[in-house]
């Protein structure tokens, strides 16, 4: 996006995930913060993309963090949100605790979510979901989950 001359910011909750981001692209900006009270004036953002930032979430962070979202995208503007919604291993609504991952010791669970229910948190937070995919995994390289793409437009405000 800032090639095509999009001014765009990364966010991450994790300060290590910020400093990693910063050694593979100077050019940045990153910053450390969380979904669930963003580091942004109201009405920054022309848009967002949070890829698979909410299956850590619990249903009311998630609804917190739509929240967030409404509040720093401007009226008019965009998010785009992704998630998994199940997997040959877990339904869609179930949850995976993972104590490993990727060979180091966490505890973190993964939430695979109902497009529906993810659509009615974005309806709360004043967006409407104006494009909707649901995906199969690729045949190799990614986890056998199915994806859900929701692209919502922010309707709060002056210009919605």
Request: overall charge neutral.
């Amino acid at each position: 996006m800032r090639d095509a001359g999009a001014a765009v910011v990364g966010l991450d909750l994790s300060t290590a995930m910020v400093r990693t981001a910063r050694l593979h692209d100077p050019a940045g900006p990153y910053v450390a913060g969380s979904m669930l009270a963003l580091p942004i004036t109201d009405a920054a953002w022309a848009g967002a993309a949070a890829a698979y930032s909410i299956i850590h979430l619990s249903a009311a962070g998630r609804r917190l963090a739509m929240t967030e979202l409404s509040r720093v995208v401007r009226a008019g503007g965009w998010a785009l949100v992704t998630f998994h919604t199940d997997s040959p291993d877990f339904p869609m609504g179930g949850t995976n605790h993972l104590s490993e991952w990727f060979g180091h010791k966490v505890d973190v669970d993964v939430h695979f979510l109902d497009p529906a229910v993810v659509t009615g948190d974005l309806e709360l937070a004043g967006f409407e979901v104006m494009a909707t995919t649901v995906r199969k995994p690729w045949p190799s390289g990614e986890y056998p989950s199915r994806r859900c793409y929701l692209l919502a437009r922010n309707g709060r405000g002056p210009g919605a």
